[in-house]
């Protein structure tokens, strides 16, 4: 079945004014993330409150937002897919490497041992391929400092937005197919138990992962 026709018997995309208020909430979280990771990795005596995972929920819960926009209002699922490789995946390919090289220069390494370090190349392919759980470390870059070494730990995220980006047609299509099947009642429960599910099964495979 086309998206189009989901568009027109089930669900259609909301049309947002521009001055809306989700790039402030944006900036909110991101500053809440920044302030209470510096606090925590640098141990220093400021105020810390612990609202760096209510803000991260909050990118989630946006992002989910978008991306169910971004699918509704695609012909296809390969323009669906296409849209959200664009929004994602360059950007975050080019911090993975701009942090590879940059970092280079406060690794303890002289800059030829640390180009030549296997664990260079492991970490750029691990993350690269967004499994950075498998080489979260640079050669000797930030040994001494918490995380054991890890020079990016927010990069996680990325593979659990993705997972949903992969979830999000057949959780469109499977509260479709309820709601067909019983008339439209307790659609607004189909959502929320295939959503639940959904995010369940992601958490549960990032845990194994990690």
Not at 29 to 34: D, G, K, N
Not at 55 to 65: D, N, R
Not at 142 to 166: A, H, P, Q
Request: hydrophobic share 45%; net charge positive.
């Amino acid at each position: 079945m086309s998206l189009n026709k989901i568009q027109k018997n089930f669900i259609s995309p909301v049309n947002l004014s521009k001055s809306n208020s989700f790039n402030f909430l944006r900036l909110v979280c991101c500053l809440i993330v920044i302030y209470e990771h510096c606090v925590v990795l640098s141990g220093v005596n400021f105020p810390c409150y612990d609202l760096r995972g209510i803000a991260v929920k909050v990118f989630f819960i946006l992002s989910g937002f978008w991306g169910t926009q971004s699918f509704l209002k695609s012909d296809s699922i390969k323009e669906y897919a296409i849209k959200r490789f664009k929004k994602i995946l360059p950007q975050y390919w080019m911090v993975v490497l701009v942090c590879a090289v940059g970092l280079s220069a406060f690794s303890v390494l002289p800059l030829r041992e640390y180009f030549c370090n296997s664990v260079f190349y492991k970490y750029l392919a691990a993350n690269i391929l967004t499994l950075n759980f498998i080489q979260p470390n640079l050669p000797d870059v930030f040994e001494c400092l918490d995380l054991n070494g890890s020079v990016n730990g927010s990069l996680w995220t990325i593979k659990i937005e993705i997972g949903f980006y992969i979830l999000l047609p057949f959780i469109v299509f499977a509260v479709k197919s309820l709601r067909e099947k019983f008339n439209g009642g307790g659609v607004r429960m189909y959502c929320s138990f295939c959503t639940v599910c959904a995010f369940r099964f992601v958490r549960g495979f990032y845990a194994v992962c990690n």
